[in-house]
């Protein structure tokens, strides 16, 4: 793993992303697994994308990647990490994940290995940001995934909200529980990010349809 720290007035020329394969026919969704060769530039992308929005540069990153790329140019992009380990925002917890939505929910939950944390949400044009999500979630989802994780600034609630999408509160993100990472993360922690979590298909239900094109 590696970050790149960015400035927020450096501008970085993308290369145009090759082809790669897209998780559904006619979707411009792209996967970039550890040692894709296309994943450095989705890095790079996000990490510009922080350091400009939040003074911030990615201390860490998921496993697995995916970018949406519009005129060879990639436009969003966002990453995914499974349960089976530990997960990134559990740090912010006080209780393993799969035990706080139970708790939430008042009645049995999904086991852990069918949680996925998304995390790294990037967009840098109109609609793109809700375009990703929405893919991305239909993309888990046919991966056997039931329930998504995220921390989530007011802005993305915002987004979900809008999207119709339901989620269950956690706990709240802080700097004193990112520890050594927390002065990479600008002032990421002063937005009153969330953890929260929301049942994959129930939500996708209630998306619209345009968002999954």
Known sequence: MHSLPLRPTERIAFPPVRAHRAVAPGARLRHHPLGDPDRAAVERFVDRVYAERYGASVPS?????????????????AGWRPAHGPLYLERYLDAPIERLIVDRLGRPGPPRG?????GHLSAIQAGQGVRLMARLGAYLASLGYGWVASTATPGVRATFERMGVEVLELGHATAQAAGPHASAWGNYYQRGATVVAGELAGNLSRVAPGALR
Do not use: D, Q
Request: proline share 5%.
């Open 114 to 118: 069918r949680i996925v944390e998304v």
């Open 61 to 77: 990153w998921a496993p697995e990647l995916v970018s949406v790329v519009a005129g060879g140019e990639i436009v969003a992009a």
